[in-house]
């Protein structure tokens, strides 16, 4: 035991006790949230949640796998490597996620690719039978900050069908893969009240001896067989494999089994690719039947599987027949179909009882009944009055909630009503109640169409690979696979994560590619690692990304000790890791005099200051890097001048000499993209910005990064025009009247509030981004006289102010509405003055320096 001083709040505590509890916590967790999947989505948490974060950025095209497996790790409190490896196991099942690029191969065993080089989308199967966030339950991630699924709503038999292996603390689970039409024939079985069996089949195909099956429960096992056939007298072939296994399991396995004198065999190869074939030469001496049984009795060619079906249901392990499992998993279907039906039906209903109310409210012309009342409550009182004599054929009663949503009806959809409109509307909704009623009285044939369904459009291609019999014995004696920061020290020349008391540069992923340039001219692309040298006087590090062709960087270097000076643009797109690439020259001496990295093709100009000599007569010249054209890396050049250059100054910064970008944003996702998904925001160009605007009376203006997220409710998001103003009207609370105001905003990224009010029942009536707009007020009765309405060019009404101020008076009388008209405007496709870059590069340079240049030396030296 532990002997602590008995001073106070101190006790004895003894060892025993501590293990009991700290060990069963230790294994509750590692049984519940780790190892072993749940009996209704069939899947782990970790498979859960990459299948969660998979549907978060599910827009219809491929994503990549370090992608997703970032957004994982907001649910999963474990490694990117845990994370990859589990959503390559699954995507490798061929069922739920739709796969591009290499993957793996799981006849040979070959590893995927990285994760930065192959992508990944749902397949239409788990987008229709995997999720419905109206009917999961959700619970809060790990660190409380998001909200992730308890089981996915899963209605079909997955972990049936994908099989799945997990060792927990003190138990392990097994389920071998079933056949995706058997399985459905099953729960319709079930369904129908009749008997069904259900035995493995694998992906890698090969035979399967069940005899021992004993329906998946603890103690059962399989014999799973490689198919093995004789080509000629001295060759066998083995064109399936065994489950579990691959065929450089197999051929060690032959190998050994050889090495040993259990078998004999000349040689063998392996000529496997998207079909197994592993050839088996033999000698003239030996027969190829008992080799087969020689494979069979001492190599992997055969192997023995024991199931384990172990689940949680509920929060606790079950160990459960494959049987079991089958019908929980139909029943839980069922139930599923009959959630989501009484949430449609819910819908349908309540859509019929508002349009009815919204018929009675309009066709009684209710609405006129409170054009006089003064308080809120008495037009609630006044509206569920008119309504009473009409509502006997309603499904419910009326309720204050439907009141208010009938208040909330514009006059332009009052004015506009459509009786025969309506009617056919009704009719359209009564008749979807009425099947879906239907659906509810006959649930169980509901769920046999739909399996049935569900079978017809995704069972193409999925018959049984695996051939069921049973295996002779064969007597052995007769056959004898996250976040860093990134340091610099450039002086001594090394990079990485470890040099945290040398200069701190950014954050980067541990997959990420490091690019640095050094004085010397020389390049060179690495992997992120603890600590790399890579020479001495390091003149830039950044991230690398592949195929980056708007980062355009600048440069001027010198050749040799005393050599010409010359100046290019090139960007890099491909390198080899860890190699030198000479960019200025190989001549010995060679210097780096000027470099800039552009992230968006900037080009700046700069000043070059040349050494005092008696043969120039202007010792200073100027170089726009903009009249330069980009070319390739390994390029030499323009000639700057063959003379001693003393410094290069910046003269001013550039703007971006590419094409600008187009910016779509899709409101589904809230999300920027390129890929012209959503509304177009417009053209971008390195310095340009997105408006976003709060009903709260803020604005804040980011970058077009595609990375950037807007979570948060927005009522303006839109390309930022530094030189439009925006018009705010609001209603002060305090003062119990409407203002308008008209300002710019700072290009700052600070949030800036332009709400002059904090006044509780203030609020933003309009925010508008447009010139020559119109506001037309619609004023309240007051004491039973009607004003006539008044229209403003809002432009011409109040002119820019500061944001700050408080505005001008809109109008001291009761408002009812105000209706903003804004003219079109149209749309004129910004100039590309820089042509792109493909362009350029089979343009020469524009010839304006050869003469600036030719200018600073005397005739007789040009």
Known sequence: MIEENSHEGESLKKVSGLYRDWFLDYASYVILDRAIPSVFDGLKPVQRRIMHSMRELEDGRYNKVANIVGNTMKYHPHGDASITDAMVGIGQKELLIDMQGNWGNIYTGDSAAAARYIEARLTPFALEVVFN????????????????????????????????????????????????????????????????????????????????????????????????????????????????????????SIIKANEKGKIKIKKIEDNTSDKVEILIYLHNDVSADRTIDALYAFTDCQVTISPNACVIVGDKPMFLTVSEILRRNTEHTVSLLKKELEIELNELQENWHFSSLERIFIENRIYHDIEEVKSWEEVLKTIAKGLKPHTKHLLRAVTEEDILKLTEIRIKRISRFDLDKFKENIAALEGKIEQVKHHLANLITYAIDYYLTIQKKYGKDKERKTELRVFDTIDATKVAVANEKFYANFEEGFIGTSLKKDQYLFDCSDIDDIITFRKDGKMKVVKVEAKTFIGKDIQHVAIWKKNDKRTVYNMIYREGTSGPVYMKRFSVTGVTRNTDYPLASDARGSEMLYFSANPNGEAESVTVLLKPNPRIRKNKMEIDFSELAIKGRDSKGNLVTKYSVKKVDLKEEGVSTLAPRKIWFDETVRRLNADARGTLLGTFRGDDKILVVNSQGEAKLVTFDLGNRFDDEYIILEKWRPSQPITCIYYDGDKGIYFIKRFLLDNTPNIQSFMPSDHPKSFIENVIVANNGTAEIIFAKEKGKEKDPETFNIDEFISIKGIKAIGNQLTKSKVKVINITIPEIEEVEEEEEIIEEEVRLNNPIIDKDAGAIGDLFDEKDK
Not at 191 to 201: A, H, M, R, V
Not at 203 to 220: C, F, I, K, P, Q
């Open 133 to 252: 966030p109206k009917t999961t339950d959700w619970t809060k991630s790990y660190d409380g900050r998001n909200n992730e699924p308890i089981d996915l709503p899963v209605k079909f038999p997955l972990l049936l069908a994908q099989g799945v292996e997990g060792i927990g603390v003190g138990l392990s689970t097994k389920i071998l893969p079933h056949n995706f039409h058997e399985l459905i024939n099953a729960s319709i079985a079930h369904l129908k009240g009749k008997k069904f069996e259900l035995f493995p089949d694998f992906l890698t195909a090969g035979m399967l001896d069940v005899s021992e099956y004993n329906d998946g429960h603890r103690g059962g096992k399989v014999r799973a067989r490689a198919r093995i056939s004789q080509v000629d007298k001295n060759t066998l072939m083995i064109s399936e494999l065994p489950f579990s296994k691959n065929t450089g399991d197999l051929i060690d």
